[in-house]
């Protein structure tokens, strides 16, 4: 039996390195190629260390270091922590001897890249996005079978969502308010898909893109029926010029999150369900 095993395990490594050397285009556009799959991973945003800690605890382990934001599942709490997207530590990342990188931002390219250390950007924005870069870790640890798995997975928690959302009585119109700039999430985005399955209705044109700023007097024009704030100045909302007009604060329907909630909200990874299900509770309580 244990001989088996082993040509059984024997095989499934073999099969995954038969994808190797990977060539692949990153989000930048720029292509990069691994001669085998990586054992030792820098994440410098916190949906890419979380999806490839939903592949598996094999692939979770293979990360030896994160942005100061990562923070699920509990185990990359402990690792060395790199800055984040306006403070990067390239020193620490190259001291960590990976032998591939994950970043968002083609700031870390050239240090890295001199280091001899392969550089993925991702840029997820869309709903779509967070099955694509699943995907994608996936390919990159010879992992594709346990992507296709967690692909169904979220999928499926989120459609069990959509369909019990799917009873509201109401669409409401909805404004979510990133930070208070502000900056908002258009119809395009994750977070706007996540409000359309929370059968809300967002009042951001689409043409204004998928995180745009905006101008606030925007918000009193539309006259949203919930707003949505994942920032901690929240108490300054009523007072902003024109917005005591608005239905949703005349209401008092206005949904605050901070902390683990943000994270949930704010992250293009596999735990959106989770965050779908806040959304249909702020949008419509009758259904908690």
């Not at 038969?18 to 190629?33: E, M, N, V, Y």
């Not at 997820?124 to 995907?135: E, M, V």
């Not at 409000?195 to 044109?205: L, M, T």
């Not at 700023?213 to 919930?226: A, G, S, T, Y």
């Amino acid at each position: 039996m244990k001989r088996v095993f082993s040509l059984l395990l024997a095989f499934v490594l073999s099969l995954a390195l038969a994808q190797f050397p990977l060539t692949l285009t990153d989000d930048q556009g720029r292509s990069i190629t691994l001669q085998k799959p990586p054992q030792r991973i820098v994440t410098m945003l916190p949906s890419a260390t979380e999806t490839i800690c939903s592949l598996s605890e094999t692939a979770c382990r293979r990360i030896v270091g994160t942005d100061q934001f990562s923070n699920w599942p509990e185990q990359v709490k402990s690792l060395p922590k790199a800055g984040g997207l306006i403070n990067p530590n390239p020193e620490l990342i190259v001291s960590l001897k990976p032998d591939l990188v994950i970043v968002n931002s083609a700031r870390l390219v050239e240090p890295l890249e001199r280091a001899g250390i392969p550089v993925y950007i991702t840029r997820p924005q869309t709903f779509a996005d967070i099955f694509r870069t699943a995907r994608v870790y996936g390919e990159m640890l010879g992992m594709r079978a346990e992507a296709e798995r967690l692909v169904a997975r979220i999928q499926a928690e989120v459609f069990a969502l959509e369909s019990r959302a799917a009873k509201a009585k109401e669409r409401p119109l909805v404004y979510y308010e990133i930070d208070p700039t502000p900056y908002t999430a258009g119809p395009a985005s994750f977070i706007g898909t996540l409000i359309e399955k929370a059968r809300g209705r967002n009042i951001i044109p689409a043409e204004l893109g998928n995180f745009p700023k905006i101008n606030p007097e925007l918000v009193v024009q539309r006259r949203p029926q919930v707003i949505v704030v994942t920032h901690p100045e929240v108490g300054g909302i009523r007072n902003r010029p024109g917005w005591g007009t608005i239905p949703a604060v005349q209401q008092n329907r206005i949904c605050a999150f901070s902390g683990e909630a943000t994270d949930l909200l704010s992250r293009p990874g596999p735990r959106v369900a989770q965050g779908l299900r806040l959304l249909i509770e702020c949008f419509h309580p009758e259904l908690k």
